[in-house]
């Protein structure tokens, strides 16, 4: 079966300042591994994805996630926190590309990223 | 083109009715899900389409929920008998299919916020 863990509830930084979210997983096969984020009443939104290419996967607005399988972790970065990455953030498994088990796609809990002035 | 689209957008209902709510996915998108995002549970799979059938509706939580597609398109998910604890945000996601299997990528629609009252 497959899981995802985000180790935090709540990141609060200031606006300039590094960004980081983490996130681990389980999972019997090769994963794919996403990040999704929703700003407050808007739909998800994906950021970044990774398939088993490149193990450094760079996402929309300035986003970066590194996939560790060695530390089955998969954390979210950004070198400089703007006000408006303020949101949830959902780290996300599913079964690999052509896989035939459907691609349902497991949430973690969700972080959500405060960005103070 | 159009994105993942969802009505109603809010909907209030009162113990003990049933109530529908459709998703329109992306023109050519044959895979279709519904999730459910709620305080407690976070956000949860219900049941996957691939064209109109369901070869997995592991998530759906008791029988009162079902759901249908028809032209392999637009889907109606069905909760009968409403209870305070169906309330929640249904979201709705499609992706393409490639050799019969559903792409990675799933665009969410905006979701149905249901309220039992």
Same mark, same amino acid.
């Given at each position: 079966a497959q899981s995802v863990t985000q180790?935090?509830?709540?990141?609060?930084? #200031?606006?300039? *300042?590094? &960004?980081?979210l983490r996130c681990n997983y389980s999972s019997s096969y090769s994963p794919s591994l996403f990040w999704y984020v929703?700003?407050?009443?808007?739909?998800?939104?994906?950021?970044?994805?990774?398939? #088993?290419?490149? *193990?450094? &996967?760079?996402?929309i607005n300035g986003f970066e996630a590194e996939f560790k399988k060695s530390e089955t972790s998969f954390h979210l970065t950004k070198p400089s926190a703007h006000m408006s990455d303020a949101a949830e953030?959902?780290?996300?498994?599913?079964d690999p590309p052509?896989?035939?088990?459907?691609?349902?796609?497991?949430?973690?809990?969700?972080?959500?990223?405060?960005?103070?002035? | 083109g159009a994105g993942?689209?969802?009505?109603?957008?809010?909907?209030v209902t009162e113990k003990g009715k049933d109530v529908e709510l459709r998703c329109d996915p992306i023109s050519g998108h044959t895979a279709l899900y519904w999730y459910r995002q709620s305080l407690g549970q976070?956000?949860?799979?219900?049941?996957y389409f691939q064209g109109n059938s369901a070869p997995d509706k592991s998530g759906?939580?008791?029988?009162?929920?079902?759901?249908?597609?028809?032209?392999?398109?637009?889907?109606t998910l069905t909760i009968q008998r409403t209870q305070q604890e169906d309330s929640a945000v249904y979201l709705c996601?499609?992706?393409l299919v490639w050799g019969g299997a559903p792409a990675d990528t799933q665009y969410f629609g905006p979701g149905t916020r249901l309220t039992v009252l």
């Open positions: 180790l935090d509830s709540h990141v609060s930084v #200031s606006e300039g *300042t590094p &960004v980081l929703q700003h407050p009443n808007k739909g998800l939104q994906l950021l970044l994805k990774y398939t #088993s290419a490149a *193990t450094l &996967v760079k996402g953030y959902f780290c996300v498994v599913s052509g896989s035939n088990q459907g691609g349902k796609l497991i949430f973690g809990q969700g972080t959500e990223l405060s960005v103070k002035p | 993942v689209s969802q009505s109603p957008s809010n909907k976070g956000l949860e799979f219900l049941i759906l939580p008791s029988d009162r929920f079902s759901a249908e597609r028809t032209g392999g398109s637009v889907s996601a499609s992706s």
